[in-house]
């Protein structure tokens, strides 16, 4: 034991040790293993979604990167010293393949969880804003900030921060995008917000829809410019025309951890898997190419646009709108904007836009959280309720005032309500309704509807 002692004196590295001998038993030894690995500081390896990531470096920014057995095998050599004992010698070995096997087959490790990377600083349930780059293990979240330098926003901002944030978003950022209404621009700082309040609201978080008349209006612009802000980098991607295909997109959008993500120029909304991604908060799936079942957080904010997109699959109360409209006939030939190419300013003023962003939720929070009355949103009571506030308290009105106008798009639903009026205006009190009952009973919705109806009729 003399020479384990005197080996692990001249290691020059403040690495954990863990012994390796023929008589050791493999689950103490694996739980040593994991125990060195927990106590990593900063940490290196977590849990998501039921397997073990790390963050890895790429000239995309930081990624996720699921661990396999050769990626594990190199942690444990860089972060662990393993010694082998035998009888007569004491020498140094590289991590036994049977115990990286061992540990990626847990299923469950005493690691820290991972919900994702964001790319911007984002605020805790209890208004702190998370400005060290890193892992923060109060959201279990990593704040990859790159080359982002945010200036640090006071802790009770002055009447004049607030102006001079809402002055850089509402006139700098915003000035140019011709909303059809006071609800629309406020709906859009809604968008803004929603990235940064994502892990301070403890339920879900709406499908925001750009939608215009005609091509050329800016929806994929304002979009682009939301995801640019909040990440950095584009977020555009194809939308899914099948359940399938959209099952496979919110999968593989969730196990990369994406912040934002954008369904440009589509034309129609009607998928039931979007309508239950957007009222969830964690998404089960099976994995392409295996029989493992994961389970993911939905953490991502996600914008539709498109020109004069239709509702379906009860998406319309799920959806806040956004509706653009230059009331031009070639709306892309206009000219005189503030910044002609608003990407390229976003970039360079990405670190501004977002301490205007977080001025306005820590005023909100200096102020003692003072609620606000906002339209009811079924099943977004709380994100309605914390971004309402901070609009309000900001002097921005209109959120969700456009919600009437949203539900005459949902082709689903669209008419039943004004039929079944007329029916009672002109057939008898009562001898209809048990006839209309065994025909409208074929249908679904009809049958929604007319429950709710009879029950509200004398």
């Known amino acids: 034991m003399s020479q384990v002692l005197t080996l692990r004196s001249r290691s020059t590295t403040r690495k954990p040790t863990v012994y390796l001998s023929a008589t050791q038993d493999p689950a103490l030894r694996e739980h040593e293993v994991l125990q060195a690995l927990s106590r990593l500081r900063p940490p290196q390896v977590f849990v998501r979604g039921g397997r073990l990531v790390r963050v890895v470096a790429t ?41 990286v096997r061992m540990i990626l087959r847990r299923g469950s490790w005493p690691l820290p969880d991972l919900v994702g990377i964001v790319r911007c600083p984002v605020v805790r349930p209890d208004g702190i804003i998370v400005l060290r780059e890193g892992y923060d293990p ?25 102006d001079r944030a809402r002055q850089l978003l509402l006139e700098e950022l915003l000035g140019d995008f011709p909303f059809a209404d006071d609800a629309s621009r406020a709906n859009a700082l809604a968008l803004l917000l929603s990235p940064l309040l994502r892990f301070a609201v403890a339920g879900s978080t709406p499908l925001f829809l750009v939608s215009k008349p005609t091509p050329g209006t800016g929806a994929t612009l304002l979009a682009r410019a939301a995801a640019l802000i909040a990440t950095g ?18 999968t593989s959008v969730l196990l990369e951890g994406r912040q934002v993500v954008v369904l440009d120029d589509v034309g129609s909304l009607k998928l039931r898997a979007l309508s239950h991604l957007v009222t969830t908060k964690r998404w089960s799936a099976r994995l392409l190419g295996t029989n493992r079942v994961c389970e993911l957080l939905q953490s991502a904010t996600w914008i539709a646009t498109g020109n004069n997109v239709q509702l ?147």
């Open 312 to 458: 379906g699959a009860d998406l319309a109360r799920r959806v806040v709108w956004i509706r653009l409209d230059a009331k031009h006939y070639r709306p892309w030939e206009r000219s005189g904007f503030r910044h002609p190419d608003l990407l390229r300013w976003v970039r360079e003023h990405r670190g501004e836009l977002i301490w205007a962003l977080l001025v306005l939720c820590r005023a909100w929070w200096a102020a003692g959280c003072p609620e606000a009355e906002v339209p009811t949103m079924g099943g977004f009571e709380a994100w309605a309720r914390l971004v309402g506030s901070i609009l309000h308290h900001a002097g921005i009105e209109g959120f969700l005032a456009n919600r009437q106008q949203l539900y005459d798009l949902d082709q689903e639903h669209a008419g039943w309500f004004e039929f079944f009026v007329v029916l009672q205006e002109r057939a008898p009190a009562r001898g209809w309704r048990r006839p209309c009952a065994r025909s409208c009973w074929s249908s679904k919705t009809c049958a929604r509807y007319f429950g709710i109806i009879r029950t509200k009729w004398p």
């Open 233 to 250: 980098h584009d977020a555009v991607t194809n939308p899914p025309e099948s359940e399938e295909e959209a099952r496979k997109l919110i």
């Open 138 to 162: 109060a959201t279990c979240l990593y704040y990859a900030a790159g080359d982002l330098d945010v200036p640090c926003p006071p802790d009770d901002p002055t009447p004049h921060d607030v």
């Open 59 to 99: 000239t995309h920014g930081a990624q996720l990167d699921e661990l396999d057995e050769a990626a594990l095998s190199g942690i444990l050599q860089r972060s662990v010293t393993f010694v082998r004992v035998d009888r007569h010698r004491v020498t140094y070995a590289y991590p036994p393949r049977e115990l």
